[in-house]
């Protein structure tokens, strides 16, 4: 049987063995932080956030329009609910 290069495989052992460490980590890191200038906090925008937020057009009987689209009238309306439910999930600065 003929050897391949053991540098070769090494490096290729270690990096199947490194992989699923470099792809893991803490999940709320991967959430976007989204400021409220309104409060002057931030907020990590995750499935919680997402479903309040779907909540507050539900609610609202607005149509689902992607945050960013909002006008900062909306945004505004939008915060001051979510800080009046007490459930949030904020950080300052």
Do not use: N
């Not at 050897?3 to 270690?14: D, K, M, N």
């Not at 890191?29 to 002057?40: E, F, G, I």
């Not at 919680?48 to 960013?68: S, V």
């Amino acid at each position: 049987m003929q050897r391949g290069h053991p540098y070769l495989t090494s490096l290729l052992l270690a990096a199947a063995l490194a992989l699923p460490l470099l792809s893991t980590g803490c999940a709320e890191h991967r959430y976007a932080r989204v400021y409220d200038p309104y409060h002057s906090d931030y907020h990590r925008w995750g499935p919680d956030e997402d479903r309040y937020y779907h909540q507050w057009e539900a609610e609202g009987h607005r149509e689902h329009r992607e945050w960013g689209q909002r006008s900062p009238e909306e945004q505004k309306e939008y915060w001051g609910w979510r800080h009046g439910r007490g459930d949030h999930d904020h950080d300052k600065h």
